[in-house]
């Protein structure tokens, strides 16, 4: 029987490499590639995936409550999550939030399939490594470079951050530039989300 798998991502490049990849594979049928929320929800329960696979690095806030509203209308579904650099945090939430499988992006085509495989059985597929090695310390974020990394993960505009805070568009810049330097991020909502993954937001 064929492991009906659904994927959900903003980016639609990595969405259709991601599809035809696992078209490729014997007993897989792709019944569904998502770029919006919107979408994801509506189309769902119409194409009654067995697995869903959301990629975390290219969503906008946070993908708990997405996974968790998936799972509340359809607890039989099974959902794991790829990431570029897994942390630990990343993985407890997922764990918290019943997500059964946590896949780094750096792993070959066969762990992701086999990740599959394991949670459509509902199994959990998490490498031990995550599991075990300890988070590295904390960073530090002010208080106000906090605020706006936790409205940039709500989604919200700099112009929207810098009326709601009352600071100037580059003043909220300033701070997420500075933000995403201690963190390490490529841009504002990757700041935003390993923020939220280290419990500083």
């Not at 019944?31 to 189309?43: N, P, R, Y």
């Not at 945090?89 to 990740?115: C, F, N, W």
């Not at 590295?136 to 106000?144: E, I, M, V």
């Amino acid at each position: 029987m064929a492991i009906n798998t659904a994927l959900f991502g903003e980016h639609l490049l990595f969405m259709e490499a991601l599809a035809a990849a696992l078209r490729s594979v014997r007993d897989f049928d792709v019944v569904g590639s998502f770029t919006s929320q919107a979408e994801l929800i509506t189309a769902l329960p119409l194409v009654q995936p067995a697995v869903l696979v959301i990629d975390v690095d290219d969503i906008r806030g946070d993908f708990a409550p997405i996974a968790s509203r998936v799972q509340a209308s359809h607890p039989d579904w099974r959902i794991t999550i790829t990431a570029s650099s897994p942390t630990r945090g990343l993985v407890d939430r997922a764990v918290k939030t019943g997500i059964l499988g946590v896949v780094p992006k750096r792993a070959q085509l066969d762990y992701l399939v086999g990740a599959i495989r394991g949670v459509a059985a509902g199994c959990l597929v998490i490498d031990p490594r995550l599991m075990q090695v300890p988070e590295q310390a904390p960073h530090t974020l002010s208080d106000r470079e906090t605020e706006v990394l936790r409205m940039t993960a709500s989604g919200a505009p700099v112009k929207e951050i810098a009326q709601t805070l009352f600071l100037a568009e580059g003043t909220v810049r300033n701070l997420t530039s500075t933000a995403m330097k201690k963190l390490r991020a490529r841009n504002r909502f990757d700041a935003a989300r390993i923020a939220r993954e280290l419990s500083l937001i």
